[in-house]
């Protein structure tokens, strides 16, 4: 078995990165080094008895079997027996500990990576693709697990024997040595080659691998499209082009290994035979004994094996530096929105101030909210319209803190939120987004979410608060009904329903909502508006407003265009204004279903 | 992956191996040479021990000179190298090539069945056909020459040990077999174990991405810890079942390992006393301690051979259930030929269409149309108006061939479709999906999807028709722009407008549209109604819509329901004399969208 690991050249570290990633990887390790320290003794252990063997077979034949000497023979064999034994019981333990200690490391690495993902503020989600978070937790670490698994271990034990070896044969005789090791410099530079273009042919596959796949994915759930159009014949010639594409970079990927592998196996059996020529000739001196040739000669065919290992193994531990180096970049990056050390808890109620904030999302220039100051009382209901792009929405984001603004404040009850303890600001704000979304778990655990510690009863309460709990018991397990992924076993109104409860399962004294652009099915339209409502009575409400409906039920509406709040009052007022809102409400007018 | 079936063959017939072996036979010639090289490898491999023990006994031991000796073994080497190298490449490349034909067999397959075996069958499911079981059978088929010449190795190698010795052959050969037994044994354990920590794995994964994708959710609510707990939880799980293959690993590969270093103890002992009893030499001795050693490899890859077996066996089945599916929807056997006028392009007009009291339900003992009967003049439009369920959108789908009829015929300008050409059938019957996929190809490509000679001015006309041209040349390529998954994303409705033009470029006698402007912004759909008048003129439309605007841009409306045609009248006609007609429009209208001056998804 071999692994076909490649390095891309953007992905490729050089010495100075490769050596930090390795420091810290270290440091990472730590607790770990009991069984790592272990299964260094056990690989070491299991080595020492390999390289034994051949010389064990040269005392046996020099001493016993040349020497006339059945005792020495005899004590050979019995010590052959002995280190074939601890080889196998130090074998087994080299595998046990060195994945206790890689799974245990790989384990820590997990947690790490994702409690320090989870901290990160919304702005990091928005830069960095959901797909490439997933991969660095998913694929990049498995990627590492075959190297704890398998690869650790080879590449240790391969360098040992190597180590080892040469030295006992150095020992035994260094002319021999020295005169078989002739091809080394041969298979050192082949190895070289090797490592280099299979790297490239293995990344070639990689690619070509994707691109079959995706077609394959495309022309199956493409199918209804291809036959109505009747393109079977031209998808089928499209496919083979990419199927012949993946055919030939597997064909280069094996012709680089298939060189390699003759070359490897002809520099051995050359070692073997300049070992018997010179050998021969070095015994004749009387410089060494006939044992020590042949020992010689069997500790070369051993030593071949590694170098060959060692040389695959270098891509696999390339890439697993190159995805150690794509973690610690995560883990080297600061949450933006972070609690403060000297954080204090918000008080229980109080005014929600917007005091001159401006705004641009990180890593842009142009600020979404500019110089927007507003109040919002206890209790009052505030709507945010505005054209898409105007800011509505991230006002309200930043009403809830989920980002900091670049200039300016946002304050409840006096409190700038920045320095409110974010379990406080938690327990004050929440926010509920347009489409209620579901983890996997029971409807009871997806509510928990909002507290974990809820009781079963504060659980049905929250549901009865926005009368929705009768819908939910009426399920066969009730609410230990598992939702599945996503909640898909759910409809769309009833996801929102649960979203709805966290809130009040919550019981905040603000409340941010994203109104939904799409509806849902009659009924349950009706049963969301509904609890709606009851979750929105007595509380401060800030709602991004879709519909003419939600808006002039509002105590004051907001109106933002362009990142300024231009208007602000009363539906009544607004109209009679006769500015941006009326204007907005009269097209809201227009287009509703005549 | 997670199917239970998936990992138990269930039949041990040998009728699912037939792909394999049609293909096989394809390349004896290339099998052949994998076996003839096999055995000359086979040739150096024996040699290299044999000619190291003559020449410690001659040169070493002897009088003889080592050089000539040292000669003869690296020529040995050469040609151990060459043929190392040659064996491996021709079983690699013969697997691939097998691969790849079984591939293309396999997508051809997949594409000519009938959509009825499509709505049941799931994406996941057939792309692992595709590939992973596919990787399994290549994996097999690269064994099939490289096995062969292992026997060929064991069995000279067991023959010039017994030649030489028979009594040490029997000791140092009897802890051998024991290899491939348990290599046999470790294969089949260890998978299960490796399938067992994938599954971990992709459970810790689905946490990792429900969390990512509902950020939004969990840091609305300070829920970290939840997730956290989730996680942990199922790392703990990884490392439970990795620890346990890490188990099985230790019990095995040491033993495996063992092996060889008994029968090398085995030598020495035997063999080391009949040397000083001067029943044997030295050099024997040696050539028997690289023999058994040689021996260690070809019979851990046969044990292998056995579970590698089992899985192309599975995977094989698995294959040929989709191999072995019969396409319903079929040419007949000598088709009519359809006349020009109702071909693609014709400037004549064609494109009549008849229902007669068809029959048809997805699952036969409910049926969805119910003895329904139309008939739609040549080149004049029709909207089919019904609620949920009512079986218009099956109209469209039975027009295509996507199924055919229990009962009733179907037929284009008088043809029975079923005695047309499906070909022709979908040629000339241009089917418009709401649900538009688009290819990763570029936008061009894309419209050109059913004519790809089509010339770019065509496909430039077919997209301003389509009301397509402004949007698609703001592209940051225009016209090259790639779309698909790894391209470009457009939004629903741009997407529906492409797929219009796609159907323009088709130029078919019938142009079906399902719902085909239903996530166009309703503020800009007056511009596509526009374009739509120009399309349907010169051919009969069939237009499946809940918007009154685009109802009533047809001749007339059939109102369908439960299968059956309830009422056929204009727009205006039944708006004002059917209260059903107006009970089904008023229910689709509180479930589209509210219009809203914005349809983005916030800012």
Redesign the interface.
Same mark, same amino acid.
């Given at each position: 078995m071999w692994a076909s690991h490649a390095v891309s050249e953007e992905d490729r570290l050089d010495r100075e990165q490769a050596k930090q990633v390795l420091r810290r990887t270290a440091r990472l390790a730590v607790p770990f080094r009991r069984p790592a320290l272990l299964a260094l003794v056990f690989i070491a252990l299991?080595t020492t008895s390999a390289v034994l063997?051949p010389l064990l077979?040269r005392y046996?034949?020099d001493h016993?079997?040349?020497g006339?000497d059945?005792a020495a023979?005899n004590l050979?064999?019995a010590l052959?027996?002995l280190v074939?034994i601890v080889?196998? $019981?130090g074998?087994? =333990?080299q595998? %046990?500990h060195?994945?206790?200690a890689g799974?245990?490391f790989? +384990?820590a690495l997990?947690?790490r990576l994702?409690?320090h993902?989870?901290?990160q503020?919304?702005a990091f989600?928005d830069r960095n693709k959901?797909g490439v978070?997933?991969s660095r937790?998913?694929a990049d670490i498995?990627s590492m697990?075959e190297l704890v698994?398998?690869g650790l271990l080879q590449f240790v034990s391969a360098a040992l024997l190597v180590t080892f070896a040469l030295v006992v044969l150095l020992i035994m005789s260094w002319q021999l040595t020295l005169l078989a090791l002739l091809v080394l410099p041969f298979i050192a530079l082949a190895s070289i080659r090797f490592q280099r273009q299979s790297n490239k042919a293995y990344l070639a596959v990689r690619e070509r691998v994707g691109d079959? $796949?995706?077609a394959? =994915?495309?022309? %199956?759930?493409?199918?209804?499209?291809?036959?109505?159009?009747? +393109?079977?014949p031209?998808?089928?010639r499209r496919?083979?082009r990419t199927?012949?594409a993946?055919?030939d970079a597997?064909?280069r990927s094996?012709?680089v290994?298939?060189?390699y592998?003759?070359?490897v196996?002809?520099?051995?059996?050359?070692a073997?035979?300049?070992a018997?020529?010179?050998?021969?000739?070095l015994?004749k001196n009387g410089q060494v004994s006939?044992g020590t040739?042949?020992a010689v000669?069997?500790l070369l065919?051993s030593l071949f094996e590694p170098v060959q290992q060692l040389s695959q193994l270098y891509n696999t531990v390339q890439s697993a530096t190159a995805s150690l180096n794509k973690m610690f970049q995560i883990l080297d990056t600061e949450p933006e929105v972070d609690e403060r050390p000297d954080a204090v808890d918000l008080p229980a109620t109080g005014e929600l101030t917007v005091d001159a904030i401006t705004f641009a999302y990180p890593g842009t220039t142009t600020p979404?909210l500019l110089d927007v100051s507003l109040t919002v009382a206890v209790g009052e209901r505030l709507a945010l319209v505005g054209?898409?792009?105007?800011?509505?929405?991230?006002l309200a984001k930043l009403m809830?803190r989920?980002y900091d603004p670049d200039d300016g404040a946002v304050r409840f009850g006096g409190v700038d939120l920045r320095e409110a303890s974010?379990?406080s600001?938690?327990n004050r704000v929440?926010?509920?987004?347009?489409e209620g979304?579901l983890?996997?778990g029971t409807i009871a655990d997806n509510l928990?979410?909002?507290?974990?510690r809820a009781s079963e009863e504060e659980i049905r309460e929250a549901l009865r608060a926005i009368d929705a709990l009768d819908r939910f018991e009426a399920f066969p397990e009730g609410l230990a009904t598992e939702v599945r992924?996503?909640g898909s076993r759910l409809s769309a109104g009833e996801r929102q329903l649960v979203?709805l409860a966290?809130a009040a399962l919550?019981d905040p004294a603000v409340l941010v909502l994203?109104e939904a652009?799409?509806?849902l099915?009659?009924g349950t339209e009706a049963l969301v508006e509904h609890a709606l409502d009851r979750l929105m009575q007595g509380r401060t409400t800030i709602v991004?407003a879709?519909?003419l409906s939600t808006v002039q039920r509002a105590d004051r509406i907001a109106v933002v265009d362009r990142g300024e709040l231009v208007e602000l009052g009363t539906n009544a007022e607004l109209l009679a204004v006769g500015g941006r809102y009326a204007a907005?409400a009269e097209?809201?007018a227009r287009?509703?279903?005549d | 992956m997670t199917d239970e079936a998936e990992e138990t063959p269930t039949s041990s017939g040998w009728a699912k191996w037939r792909p394999l072996m049609l293909l096989l036979r394809r390349q004896w010639r290339g099998l052949a040479l994998g076996v003839l090289v096999g055995l000359l490898w086979t040739v150096g491999k024996v040699a290299v021990p044999q000619f190291t023990g003559l020449a410690i006994d001659r040169a070493i031991d002897g009088a003889e000179s080592a050089w000539g000796w040292a000669l003869l073994i690296a020529c040995a080497g050469m040609v151990t190298g060459t043929f190392t190298a040659l064996r491996r490449y021709v079983a690699f490349s013969q697997s691939r090539l097998t691969e790849m034909r079984l591939r293309e067999q396999l997508l051809a397959h997949i594409l000519g069945l009938h959509i009825g075996y499509h709505d049941r069958a799931q994406t996941g499911q057939l792309m692992s056909r595709a590939s992973s079981d596919l990787n399994q059978v290549q994996a097999f088929v690269v064994m099939i020459p490289l096995t062969i010449s292992n026997f060929a190795l064991i069995a000279v190698v067991v023959g010039v040990l017994f030649g030489t010795d028979p009594t040490l052959a029997v000791f140092a050969l009897a802890p051998l077999p024991f290899v491939n037994l348990a290599a046999r044994r470790f294969s089949s354990r260890i998978h299960p174990a490796v399938l067992e920590v994938q599954q971990e794995q992709a459970q810790l994964a689905s946490v990792v991405e429900e969390t990512v994708s509902g950020v939004r959710v969990i840091k609305g609510f300070g829920a970290e810890q939840v997730q956290t707990d989730k996680l942990e939880a199922e790392a703990d799980d990884i490392r439970r079942v990795s620890l346990d293959a890490a188990r099985i690993r230790a019990v095995y590969l040491p033993f495996i390992d063992l092996l060889p270093a008994v029968g090398l103890i085995a030598v020495l002992a035997v063999g080391g006393h009949r040397v000083l009893n001067g029943e044997m030499t030295i050099g024997e001795l040696v050539k028997f301690n690289f023999y058994v050693q040689l021996l260690v490899w070809p019979l851990r890859t046969i044990g292998m051979m056995v579970a590698f077996g089992q899985r192309a066996a599975a995977a094989l089945e698995r294959i040929d259930q989709v191999l072995g599916t019969t396409p319903e929807v079929l040419d007949p056997p000598s088709p009519v030929t359809l006349p020009a006028h109702t071909r693609p392009g014709a400037d004549a007009t064609g494109g009549a269409i008849r229902f007669d009291d068809v029959t048809f339900g997805y699952d036969p003992d409910e049926p969805v149309l119910d003895r329904f009967t139309l008939e739609i003049a040549a080149g004049s439009s029709v909207a089919l108006v019904g609620g949920t369920g009512s079986g218009k959108s099956t109209v469209a789908r039975l027009l295509v061939r996507f199924y055919d009829p229990q009962a009733g015929t179907i037929s284009l300008d008088g043809f029975d479709i079923r005695d047309l050409r499906v070909h022709d059938v979908r040629r000339s019957v241009g089917l418009v999906f709401e649900d538009t996929l688009l290819f990763h190809d570029t936008v061009a490509a894309n419209i050109a999807f059913a004519d790809p000679d089509a010339d770019f001015d065509t496909v430039r006309r077919a997209a301003e028709l389509a009301g397509a041209a402004d949007f698609i040349e703001q592209l940051p390529d225009g016209y090259s722009t790639l779309l698909g998954e790894r391209g470009f994303s457009l939004s629903g409705g741009q997407r529906q407008r492409i797929a219009i033009a796609r159907a323009v470029v088709s130029d078919p006698s019938v142009l079906v549209l399902d719902d085909a402007t239903s996530a166009v912004d309703p503020s800009k759909e007056h511009e596509i109604r526009a374009a739509m008048r120009t399309v349907m003129k010169g051919r009969t439309t069939i237009v499946i819509a809940h918007r009154p605007g685009t109802i009533a841009m047809a001749d007339s409306v059939v109102l369908i329901d439960a299968g059956r045609v309830l009422a056929v009248g204009t727009h205006d006609e039944l708006l004002a004399t059917n209260p059903q007609y107006r009970q089904v429009l008023a229910a689709a209208q509180t479930a589209t969208p509210s219009a809203t001056p914005s349809a983005g998804t916030g800012d």
């Open positions: 299991s063997g077979l046996g034949i016993g079997i040349n006339k059945p023979l050979s064999i052959y027996v074939a080889a196998y $019981l074998s087994r =333990q595998y %046990i060195v994945n206790i799974e245990g790989l +384990r997990r947690l994702f409690a993902i989870q901290r503020s919304l989600f959901a978070l997933v937790m998913t498995e697990s698994q398998w079959n $796949l995706s394959l =994915q495309e022309n %199956i759930t493409g199918v209804r499209v291809i036959q109505a159009y009747a +393109r079977e031209e998808q089928n496919f083979r199927n012949r993946l055919y597997h064909l094996v012709k290994s298939t060189w592998f003759g070359v196996e002809f520099c051995g059996v050359l073997t035979a300049i018997i020529g010179a050998g021969g000739w015994a006939v040739v042949i000669v069997l065919s979404v054209p898409t792009g105007a800011g509505k929405s991230s809830a989920l974010l379990a600001l938690r929440v926010v509920v987004p347009q979304f983890f996997d928990r979410l909002a507290k974990a992924e996503r979203s966290r919550v994203d652009t799409s509806s099915d009659p991004v879709h519909r907005l097209a809201w287009s509703q279903p | -």
